[in-house]
Nanobody, 132 residues
Framework: EVRLMESGGGPVQTGGSLRLSCEIS????????MAWFRQVPGKEREGVSA???????????TYAGSVKGRFTISQDNDKKTLLLEMNTLRPEDTATYYC??????????????????????WGQGTQVTVSS
């Protein structure tokens, strides 16, 4: 069973930075895609950033408009660690952050990679709280 485990969340002041990490229990394939989502109570889960590095497109990353220019997604070469560098944090970034994965995104519309329905493996989440 594939397991995802997030870490790196915590309290931070406005303007600060955090680095989230997601460890995957096994290699899930060269055509896998991964993403970060976030959710606050009473609201739908929101796609933050996604990454795909496989055939036929090569490296592809995408970001929600609200985090573009502030957050950076990356993964290590064996695709077992997913990172999210978060800079210039704002109170509205406060949420539980989840990582997600799908074994095969080679036939997916890349423009859909920020949609929760594209993923079948999820972590338990890590809380990020940004104070003003």
């Amino acid at each position: 069973e594939v397991r995802l485990m997030e870490s790196g969340g915590g309290p931070v002041q406005t303007g600060g930075s955090l680095r989230l990490s997601c460890e995957i229990s096994e290699f899930i394939g060269s055509r896998s895609c991964m993403a970060w989502f976030r959710q606050v109570p009473g609201k739908e889960r929101e796609g933050v950033s996604a990454i795909y590095n496989g055939s036929p497109t090569g490296l592809y990353t995408t970001y929600a408009g609200s985090v573009k220019g502030r957050f950076t997604i990356s993964q290590d070469n064996d695709k077992k660690t997913l990172l999210l560098e978060m800079n210039t944090l704002r109170p509205e970034d406060t949420a539980t952050y989840y990582c997600a994965a799908n074994r095969d995104c080679s036939d997916r519309l890349l423009s859909n990679l920020l949609m929760p329905g594209e993923y079948n493996y999820w972590g338990q989440g890590t809380q990020v709280t940004v104070s003003s």
